[in-house]
């Protein structure tokens, strides 16, 4: 499905607030609700809308720390941690990247032995490095149209 003008303008008004009602993007946007509504289950099914979700504060559930952490897994780890992974709690996004390193993880943590405990569990896996974050620059930007 090719994404126009308009369904940029919708998907930039979800991206900001997806409570938003369709009434309200169909002022900002110059729509009526039900063709916005139609546009956004259009864009839902073919996949370019791939869900809604509520963000978090970390630390009003009482992680002190956040961080991004790095794996370069020892031969034939690999496999076996993209399995274990998923089971860890701390982890809330995990990549497999190109580069020295075969993981990037972004992980909340109570405490400092929180981390260490963590740390324990990876490296069975592979050489790990931490970087704990101070603040955050840009949170969950939104995609933009091109050009």
Not at 80 to 101: A, D, H, M, Q, S
Request: charged share 25%; with cysteine.
């Amino acid at each position: 499905m090719p994404i126009d003008a308009l369904s940029w303008q919708i998907l930039d008004c979800l991206q900001k607030n997806a409570r938003q009602s369709f009434a309200e993007i169909g002022r900002i946007v110059g729509l009526t609700s039900p063709a916005v509504a139609e546009r956004v289950k259009k864009m839902e099914d073919s996949g370019i809308i791939k869900g809604y979700k509520a963000q978090v504060s970390y630390h009003k559930t009482g992680h002190q720390l956040k961080a991004v952490i790095t794996l370069r897994a020892f031969m034939g780890r690999l496999k076996p941690f993209l399995e274990k992974v998923k089971e860890f709690k701390e982890v809330i996004n995990c990549y497999r990247i190109t580069g020295n390193e075969n993981i990037i993880m972004e992980v909340v943590l109570y405490d400092q032995s929180h981390l260490e405990e963590f740390i324990d569990k990876l490296i069975t896996y592979g050489e790990t490095k931490t970087h704990i974050i101070l603040s955050n620059v840009v949170d969950q930007g939104p995609i933009k149209r091109r050009g």
